[in-house]
């Protein structure tokens, strides 16, 4: 049977969540509720958008990416189909990097998390804190989240990021943001 995902976004292409051009997929489905959670609309673990990884990979920009960022929502709530996703990934060579409310101590605990982080690049790791605000331009939300290089394919200075924030206003009139803002902006997706 085919493994599907529940998708709350996907960004074909930005430069503001992880190194170079990225595919981002935002995950459907969170159950942490850290207070001041920046994306709350992906919170709900009700079916939103419901795709296979093939149709995921379908949706690539004609234009080259350098790989593929995965945010939510939480990623690992849907760990089997997360793995997929990265796996296929991988076999395109697009970097993978992922957002995870979860430590990664707490991950190596769990066989199908374990089978997901195989595939992983760069794992940002922790919840959210708010008041935690981080101070630099580093790719993360708060200052408590790790990062985990799992391969050499990047270090810490790849997640300086110059243009922090993209805002998109798409056909239908709703704005979305994504990126690192350091001040509140409601309207999309970000972490
Ligand atoms: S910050 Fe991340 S882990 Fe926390 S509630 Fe929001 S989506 Fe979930």
Redesign the pocket.
Known sequence: MKTLLNIHAIIPSSRVNGPGARVVVFFQG?????PG????E??SFEEREILSVDEIFERLPDAAVEGLTV????PFAQAEGLALLLKGARARSLSTVV???YAIEELNKIEAAREAVKYIDVLVDG??IEGDKEPTLLAR?SSNQRFHFLTDRYTEDDFIMDGKVEVTIKKDGAIVETGFSRVPFRAGFG?
């Open positions: 969170c159950g942490r509720s850290c959670c920046f994306n709350p992906t919170h945010s939510g929502g939480e957002y995870t409310g919840p959210f939300g972490r």
